[in-house]
């Protein structure tokens, strides 16, 4: 972990992701306080988070499991004035319990994965109001018949799936969908991967030889090499959805 954390714990982004995208989801949310109250699951770093309190004027609860995301968007709100309207939490995702309808908004930004799509889909939907909406973004297949290689590189996360199959989950979780919108390439690169190959180019010299440290730079490198074979075939898309009111 200290090795993984020197590598993709000190990137701009912990995934795929930008600004632009962030206030393009946010713009999808219509009829909603004035300064509504959100829950930033996985937070990470807290590029989006710092994002959201400020087109927002609300306030944001950041939630993450590693103690060094928490601290970094505790400086990144800080640095940018908005920390007075920040609260964070040290938690395990799956093991948030917040009083039922909490937030008017939960945001989620390439970390649904890790309770799954659809079961965090579920969990998610009880801390938010009703008329209240859900924002996640999720690794997507693009075209049928991905290569094999690819294939295993993905079986990790054995939820990725079409478009229209994560509209499905959305549909039987309940909520209604607002829109939903794929990510350009640069949502990988800019914050991401080219930040990376930095960071790799930095280690590989002081790690040479240490087979802990080696072993994460080469999963970092097959890593950006998937992307550069094969972006045509996945990507992230955001997805939009509010809860119902009649629900």
Request: charged share 25%.
């Amino acid at each position: 972990m200290e090795y993984f954390m020197q590598i993709y714990g000190t990137l701009p982004r912990a995934g795929p992701g930008s600004n632009e995208l962030t206030r393009r989801a946010y713009q999808l949310l219509t009829d909603i306080p004035e300064s509504p109250r959100i829950l930033d699951v996985g937070c990470g770093p807290g590029m989006q988070t710092v994002e959201l309190l400020k087109i927002s004027n609300g306030s944001v609860v950041a939630l993450d499991l590693l103690p060094q995301m928490i601290e970094r968007v505790q400086a990144e709100a800080e640095r940018a004035g908005v920390s007075d309207r920040l609260v964070t939490i040290e938690q395990d995702m799956s093991k948030m319990d917040f009083p039922p309808g909490s937030f008017d908004v939960i945001w989620s930004e390439g970390a649904i994965y890790l309770m799954g799509f659809e079961a965090g889909l579920k969990k998610l939907k009880q801390f938010v109001k009703p008329g209240g909406y859900v924002a996640v973004s999720e690794v997507v297949w693009l075209k049928p018949n991905p290569p094999s290689e690819l294939v295993q590189f993905w079986q990790e996360y054995p939820e990725i799936d079409t478009v229209e199959a994560k509209l499905g989950v959305i549909e039987r979780s309940g909520y209604e969908l607002i829109d939903h919108f794929l990510f350009p390439p640069s949502a990988w690169m800019e914050h991401y991967y080219d930040p990376m190959e930095k960071r790799i180019a930095e280690k590989a010299l002081e790690w040479r030889g240490n087979s802990e440290g080696e072993a994460v730079l080469k999963e970092a490198k097959h890593e950006i090499s998937m992307f550069q074979q094969y972006s045509d075939y996945y990507s992230y898309a955001f997805f939009v959805m509010r809860n119902p009111v009649s629900a």
